[in-house]
């Protein structure tokens, strides 16, 4: 279940809260574990956060660092080197603090994006340059990056799965793999299953939630067939509870997790 400090926007978390309170709320609703986002996990209290995660039995699935480039603008292909090394630097310490829970790191929209199309090359350049760094990092830590392909209307480079993919290949990354999340697929991808069955090895980590982005069983989207497909492929990690707080948070935080159950068990 995601957890974040102050719902912004129309940001996708079903719990808004300090970290041990959404602990505990995730473990009252029966989670597994839970997802925090944070701007910068040095204001994390990562004693506390332990103690509740023993107190409640449950896990940190993953550390959601898309803030850092929200609140604080920081992308790790920033043609300012200066802004790029900042933003590397607060990703070691999200990886820092991953290592602690043996949680992972996501990647998403800190990959920043292109001023104009014909900065594809250079920002690439400059994130082979970050990502070569971080992967290091987070072996040393024992962790694991995810990185997410965001849809065009947010992220206007590295969009699909084959995007990412790719990119990790190429670049020999070790420590990092892919998270896919459904509503990205769905305007991204062209056959979700295809596309599933093609990044097999790298799928990593999952962020599931409808078409219209609320939680299973509200739009369009044959997620029956997408839990099919990933479990063809052997995938048995996390799926996460990344979906709009609709029609409120406590519902869809509660909806999304009787849904999933409802399709696992089919
Ligand atoms: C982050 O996981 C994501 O999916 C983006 O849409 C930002 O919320
Ligand atoms: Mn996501």
């Known amino acids: 279940m995601t957890v974040v400090d102050k719902l912004i ?24 574990g839970v997802e925090l986002h944070f701007t910068d996990p040095l204001a994390a209290n990562a004693g506390e956060i332990r103690t509740a995660l023993r107190r409640t039995g449950l896990g940190v699935t993953a550390l959601g660092t898309g803030r850092a480039y929200v609140n604080d603008r920081l992308s ?10 900042a933003a590397v630097r607060r990703l ?3 990886i820092a603090l991953a290592g602690q829970f043996g949680a992972k790191v996501i990647i998403g929209c800190m990959r920043g994006n292109l001023s104009k199309p014909e900065e594809l090359p250079a920002a690439l350049e400059r994130l082979g340059r970050s990502m070569a760094h971080l992967d290091e990092a987070a072996g040393r830590e024992g962790v694991e990056i995810v990185f997410e392909p965001i849809n065009r209307y947010e992220n ?3 969009c699909t799965m084959a ?23 769905n305007i991204e991808e062209a056959d979700l299953p295809a596309s599933i069955l093609a990044c097999a090895p790298e799928i990593k980590y999952v962020h599931l939630a409808d078409s219209n982005r609320r939680y299973p069983g509200q739009g369009h989207l044959d997620l029956a067939g997408v839990l099919g497909t990933l479990r063809r492929i052997g995938y048995d990690g996390v799926l996460s509870a990344e979906c709009l707080p609709l029609p409120t948070k406590q519902e869809a935080a ?10 696992l068990d089919n």
Not at 12 to 31: K, M, N
Not at 163 to 184: A, E, N, P, Q
Request: glycine share 12%.
């Open 254 to 263: 509660a909806g999304w997790l009787a849904a999933v159950r409802k399709l």
């Open 76 to 85: 790790i292909t920033d043609a300012d080197e200066a802004g790029r090394l």
């Open 9 to 32: 926007g129309s940001a996708p978390f079903v719990c808004e809260g300090d970290p041990v309170s959404g602990i505990e709320a995730a473990a009252r609703l029966g989670y597994d």
């Open 156 to 158: 206007n480079f590295l």
């Open 92 to 94: 070691e310490q999200f």
């Open 163 to 185: 995007d990412i993919s790719g990119f990790v290949r190429t670049h020999g990354l070790k420590h990092t793999g892919l998270l896919i999340d459904t509503f990205h697929m």
